[in-house]
């Protein structure tokens, strides 16, 4: 499972994701999504941290955030 | 049950309120203030809501929200106010939503006066809001019939999901007469709603809405909203006196057939076969009872207070095979029997002299 | 793995109809995971505007009423008056809530009505194509002012949360923004803090969310945000105006 999915076809190209990622991740597309907008994306899945900032900046919730739960089961990110 | 004697405006209000109406939201005018006070006492005595509205225009948006929620509710209002509750009845009526409206008609246009006029027909049968859209339409002309028509006017609503509106004027408002109320625990049927908004629990949501930006969706949706009023059709309701052998037929609604009805006797003690044609409900306008109505008539006089609004209706609905004229008084005048009766002589002798009309 | 973000229930998987980067999108999830956090979905009752978001009603996956332009208020008070166990709210854009509206919204504050109000302020009319909005800034240029808005003849821009906060019956009126992800979730607090006194009883309440129209302001979505944080917040400042602690209804 990806740690940040983007569900290409809702996305607007809009960018807000692109600059809240605190890793500076998110990269918009070369290719057209179905709609005609240039789709945000993640390349470099390893370097996510799963802070969610790309899909609280979100309109159009294109996006789903996961994170790698640790051995103890505590969960590394505080509630959004 | 016995009879009391009742101020139309409160006979009106008790009516709702024992066909089950809960919930009040209206603002102050006259000549209909006696409801909104009545009912602000009334309604926290049966467990339901009185809100006095900061505008009509917020009323009548209570409304929707309270009617789109399932409720049985009503606003009442004059004239101006019936003027600024028009888009907001357009959006009921778009919505499908059941709500009764009392319209007690004042003279106008503008600020007008506060003396009785009916010269809010147009508005009330015609649409008066924007859009294709009908109200149906209910005229009392006693405080009994008001009383009557109340609990009809409500099963009507939920029936068609629109909105009914009574069509009074000051003078039903303001008299007062003996009425006979229905029992207070009368049990009603009212309609399941499972279309309205009460949280969608173990259910898909449900909307209320009037907007459909795709107009093959709009189209579709505006005929079934005619098709509609075409079965309201069956709703007619009217009155005939003395209309049997009638050469002149009167024609009249609310407090104006009171005076018609006065004419009928006065002139038939003259010698002249007057009779009355009294049309309940305005809109569906009882076509084929008045063309029944006037099948002995040569001519069909209107006796009303406007500048002529229902004799357009007469004229239409009478295909013009009589000569159909006016009778009125506006600005809050009350037409007199006698004035009405000297326009009836008029019309029969320059029938009688063989002279056109 | 386990999911930290997705889609909120209360949301519908429609695509909006909004531009690219309208800040709409945003505030509708901050409402829908607040109520999917009460877990008040069932019960909830929301009512649309005119405006951009009138087809809010196809993104809340709740049972929803459409109202005429400005009258939310009456039509939210209608409903909660109707069901007064049930959660109510409006959302509402700044031509509907401070313009056509404005009657409404100060008199369901007044009667101290248990509903929530969101009020997502853009200073622009979106939706008819960017005319002046009684909240759009001084020099701002839109359709109806060309020019730039010139208070000698066309006023102020004005502050509806500030006046709200001075009627008895609002118990909670606040102002946040939402141009970047802390003030997302400081928004959201507000947002969540509104629904909970409206179910505890206390009366009226209302977030006003500072927003963008990167359309009709004719900035890229990054740019609006940006001219949101340094024109629109010194003119409408961020915070809670209102609170009512004790007592209340």
Known sequence: ??????????????ELCADACPKHIIIMAEHLNSMGFHPAVVLEQEKCISCGFCARMCPDVVITVRKEEKANGQSALEGK | MGKVLLKGNEALAEAAVRAGCRFFFGYPITPQNEIPHYLAKRLPEVGGVFVQAESEIAAINMVYGAAGSG????TSSSGPGISLKQEGISYIAGAELPCVIVNMQRGGPGLGGIQPAQSDYFQAVKGGGHGDYRMLVLAPATIQ?????MGKAFALADEYRNPVMILGDGILGQMMEAVELPPEDQQLEIPSKPWATTGAEGRSPNLINSLFLDPLELEKHNLHLQDKYERMNKEVMWENYKTDDAELLLVGYG????????????GRERGIKVGLFRPITLFPFPKDALQKASSHANNVLTVEMSSGQLVEDVRYNLEFKVPVHYYGRVGGMVPAARDVLAEVERLVNLKREGKES | MMTVFERPKSLTSAKTHYCPGCTHGIIHRLVAEVIDELGVREKTIGVSPVGCSVLAYNYFNL?????????????ATGIKRVHPDKVVFTYQGDGDLASIGTAEIIHAATRGEKFTTIFVNNAIY??????MAPTTLLEQVSQTSPQGRDPLTQGYPIRMSEMLATIDGAAFIARVSVHNPQEVAKAKKAIKKAFELQLAGKGFTMVEVLSTCPTNWGFTPKEALKWLSEKMIPVYPLGVKKLLEEGGF
């Open chain 2, 255 to 266: 407090s104006a057939a009171r005076v018609a009805k006065a004419v009928v006797d006065q």
């Open chain 3, 126 to 131: 979106g939706m008819t194509g960017g005319q």
């Open chain 2, 71 to 74: 409720a049985r509710v009503m």
């Open chain 3, 63 to 75: 049972d929803m009423q459409q109202a005429a332009h400005g009258r939310a208020p009456a039509v």
């Open chain 2, 145 to 149: 019939e008001m009383v009557d028509l």
């Open chain 1, 1 to 14: 499972m990806l740690k940040v999915e983007f569900e290409e076809d809702r996305c607007k190209g809009c």
